[in-house]
């Protein structure tokens, strides 16, 4: 199991606003290599440098830097887009391009239609763009990981933990999303798998990155009971309220233990620095071409990081090691065989296996034992 220290030390966290200064552009050309010191990054924040989601981003970003010795003025971080207005986003990236990015990180969902845009308009730059779905052949790319693994890990750790039969999920989006509903999902099959009789109860909140409200959402599921807090969404809010209320809850995005010892059991996190490094050497030594990435545990892109020993039930390490070891010497995929979904229907075949597109781009229905909290 990998390891995860977040104790950053403080760093100027350059960031380019709408009045960057001008640069000239080393535009890419597909196929040739890019010299490491004409290489320009714009990297696109939903949220700040210091926190949850971007936390993770920007945790890679310097892994990467660090490693292939860029400068810090070769890296134009814009924080805070709102995924929500497209005007917003494409300004983003028309800001950093002009400050001479050849390379835009776009790391939302929901900047891939400005991605797609914006690299039919920039044929020198070259954008990737963090769990979209969309792709070009020249000049724009997609990466994610399965993350879902993680989730049904930690889904085994809140399944042997609870003691309600209750565990509450913060979700950013609706089942339209298959990013988060896949997540849910793959949670909820991870309790099941250990307790058979506990449910998943969703509060959806339609925002990737809202601490009021993500608190908010939290408190309602402590209130109906839940006494271990899961989320899909941007900040350590969830955590933080399941340590007010005497619960326990399941980080995300990075190890959230330091936000909340007395309850995070455990964090699925985020190696990003796996794919910057690939994709920036790759640009570099010319091999970049446009094939999406999507990495999982083998290559340790995804994880949960190790148990809280004061919170850990006995019999908590051994259950998740041989999941571990089911998933990476089994082959086991979660979303395998016939699934049944909480509204009765059947999904997936029996011997078989959801492809990478369904989990990526298909799944829009909750497992049997997930609710949503009205």
Known sequence: MIKFCFAVLPFLFAVCLSGCQKSELVPWVPGRPLAADSLKIGVIYVGGPRVGYSLAHELGIQEAQKELGLRDDQIIRKPYVNSAEPATVENAMEDAIEAGANLIIATSWGYMDACEDMAARYPGVIFANASGHKKNDINFTNYFGRVYLARYLSGIVAGLKTKSGKIGYVAAMDKSNSEVTGGINAFAMGVESVNPMANVYVSVIINWYDPTVEAQSARRLAAEGCDVIAHHSDTPQPQHVAEKVNVWGIGYNVDMM?????????????????YYKKLLSGIIDGSFNTTPYYGGLADGMVDITPLNPALAEPGMEEAVAAARKRILEEGFNVFEGEIKTNDGRIVGTPGGKLSDGEITGGI???????????
């Open 364 to 374: 829009d229905w909750y497992y049997r034992n997930v609710a949503l909290l009205k």
């Open 258 to 274: 330091k936000d909340a010892p007395n309850a995070v059991l455990t964090s699925v996190v985020w190696n990003w620095g796996n």
